[in-house]
């Protein structure tokens, strides 16, 4: 279907079902052009021209779950497993500190040797010693953890929704033997319990369609999430989703840099002041431009790996991911060129999103 720029909707968001399923659907190049150029504006308008970085931390590559898509699940035998010393962590949290980024991403599978208390003794070690943002990424924990961890100094949490299609999610994402997984009713406790929230999706999962795309990006904005990270979905061979193929159809979603890019765009759209990186997916599909295009397609943040090399190449979620062999000294001069390149600057500080700040504002505000 080619609707020409004139018959698509106005991209004033938050669109509805029907206008996000128009701009993805699009063949216009001109079309594609004035998305990219309005997400651009939206950005400028909602977060501003600086871009903030977040030093990410692989802090183990075990998992428990056994998810369809991801190279980390339990059943994969050939990743040889790893996990960081609370020292390592601590090291790598004061190395961000020295670069001058605001920002600690811990992220992991879901490995139970990360137990709450010892989370929560790291949580506040780096808080005490770095003074950094915290943000966790790992994976479905229970309520008192959460709550625990923020209680601890924790900052933020992510946690995608990877598809609003149930069906599909309950066959790429088995829960844990006897327990439930709501992953919608996770993202809204997190915000309850006073996080600064992110979530997200992949594109082009294997049976993923336009309309369950458009409903993702209509759940950003019901969700009014802070952060949302999205990136192309890419099969890894030692999973089931990157084994099978599905037989072609029509409404199949492509898993495609460019279609992650009109996804991010339309994000964008629908969240103006929340913060989006420009993800590693991202970057993995389109090693040259793929990041610096992000960044001019509606994202503000880039979350440079930081976890030790002789690791990195263990976190193997999806195949051939982007700066899996260089030091984050490396990626650091590159991104600092990249981003000079394009008349942008790091930003200083914790970079909360206007969106969490404004809410936080709201809350204070309100009369009890
Ligand atoms: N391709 C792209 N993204 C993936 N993720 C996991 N496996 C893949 C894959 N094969 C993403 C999921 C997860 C995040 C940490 O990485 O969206 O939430």
């Given at each position: 279907m080619k609707t020409p720029l004139s018959d698509l909707p106005p991209?004033?968001?938050?669109?509805?079902a029907e206008a996000l399923l128009a701009w993805l659907r699009t063949g216009e190049p001109e079309a594609l052009e004035h998305l990219w150029a309005r997400a651009d504006e939206l950005r400028r308008q909602g977060v501003g021209d600086e871009v903030h970085l977040r030093g990410l931390v692989?802090?183990?590559?075990?998992?428990?779950r056994q998810c369809?898509?991801?190279?980390?699940?339990?059943?994969?035998?050939?990743v040889s497993r790893y996990a960081m010393s609370d020292e390592e962590i601590l090291e790598c949290a004061h190395q961000i500190r020295e670069y001058g980024w605001g920002t600690a991403v811990l992220q992991s599978g879901?490995?139970?040797?990360?137990?709450s208390s010892r989370v929560e003794a790291l949580v506040r070690r780096i808080k005490a010693e770095t003074g950094l943002a915290i943000t966790l990424?790992?994976?479905?924990?229970t309520e008192e953890e959460l709550r625990a961890w923020k209680r601890a100094g924790a900052d933020r949490y992510l946690l995608r929704f990877?598809?609003?299609?149930r069906a599909l999610f309950q066959r790429i994402h088995p829960p844990l033997p006897g327990r439930e997984c709501d992953r919608l009713g996770l993202l809204k406790l997190l915000r309850d319990i006073g996080y600064e929230v992110g979530s997200g999706v992949m594109v082009g999962?294997?049976?993923?369609?336009f309309e369950s795309l458009a409903r993702d990006l209509e759940l950003f904005a019901e969700l009014e999430l802070d952060m949302i990270g999205l990136g192309p979905f890419i099969p890894h061979p030692d999973t089931p989703l990157g084994t099978s193929t599905p037989p072609p159809s029509a409404d199949q979603v492509p898993a495609t840099v460019d279609m992650a890019f009109r996804v991010l765009a339309l994000a964008r759209v629908q969240r103006p002041e929340a913060n989006l990186p420009a993800t590693t997916a991202l970057a993995t599909l389109d090693r040259e431009q793929g990041r610096i295009l992000g960044l001019q397609r509606g994202a503000n943040v880039v979350m440079p790996n930081v976890t030790p090399l002789h690791h990195r190449?263990?976190?193997?979620?999806?195949?051939?991911?982007?700066?899996?062999?260089?030091t984050a000294e490396q990626t650091r001069l590159q991104i600092d060129t990249q981003l000079a390149s394009i008349g942008r600057s790091v930003a200083a500080g914790p970079g909360h999103s206007p969106a969490f700040r404004r809410r936080i504002r709201e809350q204070e505000g309100a009369p009890s």
């Open positions: 991209l004033k968001g938050p669109l509805r692989e802090i183990s590559n075990r998992c428990a369809a898509y991801c190279g980390l699940r339990a059943a994969n035998r050939s879901e490995d139970p040797a990360f137990t990424s790992l994976g479905e924990r990877e598809t609003s299609d999962i294997p049976g993923q369609g190449a263990r976190y193997s979620i999806y195949p051939n991911k982007a700066s899996s062999n260089e």
